[in-house]
C-alpha cells in the first residue's frame, strides 16, 4: 500500500487516530471531497485517510489532497477468479437484485472488499471508517473509543432492518494479523457475500457492538422513518443508494434537502448550521 503523503513518527501533527475511506472511481472523489471537507469543520484533530484503487487518477485526487487527506493507495485484493466471477456487477445484482433502491452504474461490487485494506493500516491504533458517499455532520471523534466492531443498524425502513449492520461507517482496530485472518475467511469455497463487505463484515464479527443509528443516519430515513430524524442528532449522514451528485436520480425530488445539503459541502459555499435545518414533516 504505498503512500503517496507518508508521514514519520516525528511528525508533530501524527495522530493515532484516523478517519478512513474509500475512492475507487472519480465518481467517489466527488463524494470523498465533500466528506473530507465535512470532518475537517467539526474540528477534529485525527488524521483523514482516503484509500483509493490504481484507476483513480493523481489530478483526481488533487482537491482532496489539499484540504489535508492522506492518500494511500490500496490495490484490489487477491481474490480468486471464481470469486471475482461470483461478484461481479451483473452476476451479483442478478443473484441478489436490490429491491428497495437503486445502485448507480459507477458501482462496481467487488471494488467494495477493499475497505478491509483499512486493517493494513497499522500506523493507527483506531479508525473511523466512514463510505465516501456520506458527510460527517456533528464531531464523532468519541467513537475512537469504541470497541471494535462497531456499526450502526441497517435501519431505512422499518425496525426490523435493526438485526442487519451497515458497514458505512465502522470502528476498527488496524491489525495485519486481523487482515491476513480475514483473506483466509473471505475467499472461500463457493463464497457469496450478498452484500459484500457488508454481509462478510456481519459474519466475521457476529457480536459487533451497535452504533446508534445517529452515527449512520440512511438518507431513506427522511421518508420512509422521519420521526426518526432530527437535524441535532446525526453525526454522519449516508447517501446510501442513489448519490447526490447524480442528476435526476429517481429519489432527487424526495431527498432534495439533503441533496442541496450535500452539494454546500462539495463547494464549500453557504454550509448551513446543521442545528438549524428544519426536519421532515411527518403526515399522521
Known amino acids: 500500500m504505498p503512500d503517496?503523503?507518508?508521514?514519520?513518527?516525528?511528525?508533530?501533527?501524527?495522530?493515532d487516530q484516523a478517519y478512513v475511506t474509500l475512492v475507487t472511481n472519480g465518481d467517489y472523489v466527488r463524494g470523498a471531497l465533500a466528506l473530507v471537507r465535512s470532518i475537517t469543520l467539526t474540528s477534529s484533530k485525527a488524521d483523514i485517510v482516503v484509500l483509493h484503487t490504481g484507476a483513480v487518477s493523481a489530478s483526481e485526487l488533487s482537491p482532496v489532497r489539499a484540504l489535508g487527506a492522506r492518500l494511500?493507495?490500496?490495490?484490489?485484493?487477491?481474490?480468486?477468479q471464481a470469486f471475482n466471477d461470483r461478484h461481479?456487477?451483473?452476476?451479483?445484482?442478478?443473484d441478489a437484485p436490490f429491491t428497495k433502491g437503486r445502485k448507480p452504474q459507477f458501482h462496481t461490487p467487488l471494488d467494495n472488499f477493499v475497505k478491509l485494506r483499512l486493517w493494513q493500516l497499522e500506523d493507527y491504533g483506531s479508525v473511523i471508517f466512514i463510505d465516501a458517499d456520506a458527510l460527517v455532520l456533528h464531531n464523532i471523534d468519541r467513537l475512537f473509543d469504541y470497541p471494535e466492531f462497531s456499526a450502526a443498524p441497517n435501519v431505512y425502513e422499518t425496525l426490523s432492518d435493526f438485526h442487519r449492520l451497515n458497514s458505512g461507517v465502522f470502528v476498527a482496530r488496524p491489525s495485519a494479523a486481523t487482515f491476513a485472518d480475514m483473506m483466509q475467511a473471505l475467499d472461500g469455497p463457493e463464497a457469496f457475500w450478498r452484500r459484500t463487505d457488508q454481509t462478510f463484515l456481519q459474519s466475521y464479527f457476529p457480536d459487533w457492538h451497535g452504533l446508534p443509528v445517529f452515527c449512520n443516519m440512511l438518507q431513506y430515513v427522511w421518508f420512509n422513518m422521519p420521526e426518526l430524524w432530527d437535524w441535532a442528532s446525526i453525526g454522519v449522514l449516508h447517501y446510501q443508494y442513489e448519490?447526490?451528485?447524480?442528476?435526476d436520480h429517481p429519489r432527487s425530488r424526495d431527498l432534495a434537502p439533503l441533496i442541496?445539503?450535500?452539494?454546500?459541502?462539495?463547494?464549500?459555499?453557504?454550509?448551513?448550521?446543521?442545528?438549524d435545518l428544519k426536519n421532515p414533516v411527518i403526515i399522521p
Open 4 to 15: 503517496d503523503q507518508a508521514l514519520t513518527p516525528a511528525d508533530p501533527a501524527r495522530s
Open 72 to 80: 494511500v493507495e490500496a490495490d484490489l485484493l487477491p481474490t480468486s
Open 243 to 247: 448519490k447526490p451528485w447524480e442528476a
Open 260 to 275: 442541496h445539503l450535500w452539494h454546500a459541502y462539495y463547494s464549500g459555499e453557504a454550509i448551513p448550521r446543521i442545528d
Open 88 to 94: 461481479a456487477r451483473a452476476r451479483l445484482h442478478g
